[in-house]
């Protein structure tokens, strides 16, 4: 019997550890948490595209809400209370399908401040952030129009999600500040999508994310310039043609970029069917232009960024 209460009293504890470290990104200081280390396609077992910000145990930025991410995000211990700002890349499904889940559970927590939203201008063939947002939560026509009060000025509500529109430079461009927080822009090229390269700068740290980008231009890595971390998209092999090739960049370009762009770190996600299990491969690509620490990430994965 007593043995038996030691190995329960030793499974709490163990328990308990582990509920712990599953929320402790960075517990001082500034860290980046991955929560969707994944593409489109759900047979790659990981989240869509999605990161977290983090500096003294507070989530401060959320980068994209692909599929799954708000599954991680609750996992992470993350409150959506917390965030400065949230940014998307481009309005793919992998980058946004799970926003609207993000939005109803922050109803049930207590922010009382403005949530900014940014993300890019729309074209025909996609909408710009205003158009996205409002499509889900406008009050008249709106898919959650019962959750209008969050959008609509005139509704009573803890906060109200204020959104902006970024149609983005070629060369890197601030578009938001806040207290230590600084997050500048350029625009990327995605095929047809309007798409945004990020830089979020905390603490006089660095993190560059590239989203879905070819790599064509030099805005990105200008964007890049001495990043302490840059997290780039693994979404196609070297050698990669046609449609593929057109929106995403092989590992030889993002050795490129991280080369020229002399980032400290470079992590790799949004690994895709096609890219897993490619890793050596990729490696040597990317380590004959970038001789920089280069890690793959996985769902959850916390990098300190010192
Ligand atoms: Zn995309």
Redesign the pocket.
């Given at each position: 019997m007593d043995l038996l209460f030691f190995v329960a009293v030793c499974l709490t504890f163990a328990s308990s550890l582990s509920s712990v470290s599953a929320q402790s990104c960075g517990p001082e200081g500034v860290s980046v948490q991955v929560l969707g280390s994944g593409g489109p396609e759900l047979q790659d077992k990981r989240a869509s595209s999605s990161y977290l910000v983090w500096k003294d145990k507070h989530a401060r930025v959320l980068v994209d809400a692909g599929g799954g991410s708000a599954l991680r995000f609750g996992e992470s211990g993350a409150q959506m209370s917390q965030l400065d700002v949230i940014l998307f890349t481009?309005f793919?499904v992998?980058?946004t399908a799970d926003f609207a889940a993000l939005i109803k559970s922050s109803w049930f927590e207590d922010r009382n401040r403005p949530l900014p939203i940014y993300g890019p201008v729309g074209n025909d063939f996609m909408p710009s952030t205003t158009e996205f947002v409002t499509d889900l939560f406008g009050g008249r026509h709106g898919a959650y129009r019962y959750l209008s009060e969050l959008l609509a000025p005139g509704e009573k509500s803890s906060y109200k999600m204020q959104l902006h529109d970024v149609a983005g430079n070629a060369k890197p461009t601030a578009v938001f500040r806040s207290g230590d927080l600084v997050v500048s822009s350029v625009r990327v090229l995605?095929g047809r999508?309007p798409?945004l390269a990020w830089r979020v700068e905390i603490d006089d740290r660095a993190i560059v994310f590239s989203?879905?980008t070819n790599g064509d231009g030099e805005g990105l890595t200008q964007l890049a310039a001495n990043a302490d971390l840059f997290i780039a998209h693994n979404a196609v092999p070297e050698g990669a043609t046609g449609i593929e090739r057109n929106?995403h960049m092989p590992p030889s370009v993002i050795g490129q970029i991280a080369g020229n762009a002399r980032v400290k770190r470079l992590i790799l996600s949004h690994r895709m069917l096609r890219t897993l299990g490619k890793e050596d491969q990729t490696q040597s690509e990317i380590k004959k232009r970038f001789s920089g620490p280069l890690e793959f990430a996985n769902d959850l994965d916390c990098f300190p960024v010192r």
């Open positions: 481009h793919h992998d980058h995605h999508v798409a989203g879905d929106l």
